[in-house]
């Protein structure tokens, strides 16, 4: 894969290029950086922060919080650009300011993945590493009550 300022990343399977976008999940279009991981995973840095390919899921949208890595077809695979337009869609996670996390303006060629799976980037004002592996993400949906809608200040239900 590499990345491009403007048009996401490209993934040329050696007929055809396709391309991602914030569309598909990443940060931002302008990809400046590209690193993998030891799991295999994409790693990009662009200019609203880190966006990770972790590989794509067969059929329909991606939900990462629930999707098991056991059941993801790697990033780098040999299955051809239209077999994954077709059945496949890529698995994005942003980690950028948006979300709590204090990353953006990642520079170009910037990134570094050192052995322990540790991400480093250079960014606009600062060094930062990002530590994947020490993330505690929680995967339950949240138990959600409307308790009253309202619409111009009227109660509708």
């Known amino acids: 894969m590499a990345g491009n300022r403007g048009g996401g990343v490209s993934r040329f399977d050696g007929n055809c290029f396709v391309n991602y976008t914030t569309i598909n999940g990443l940060t931002n279009n302008i990809v400046v950086s590209v690193a993998e991981d030891k799991n295999g995973y994409l790693w990009f840095g662009t200019n609203e922060g880190l966006t990770v390919l972790k590989g794509f899921k067969k059929d329909g949208p991606a939900d990462s919080a629930k999707q098991g890595n056991s059941q993801l077809l790697t990033a780098d695979n040999e299955v051809s650009n239209t077999g994954i337009a077709e ?30 799976g540790v991400v480093w980037a250079g960014t606009a004002d600062r060094l930062i590493t990002f530590d994947y592996s020490k993330l505690n993400k929680n995967i339950e949906l949240p138990h959600v009550v409307l308790n009253a809608v309202k619409i111009g200040g009227e109660k509708v239900c």
């Open 87 to 116: 059945h496949y869609a890529p698995v994005f996670e942003k980690y950028n300011f948006r979300n709590g996390y204090p990353i953006r303006d990642v520079n170009t060629n910037s990134m570094y993945i050192d052995s322990t």
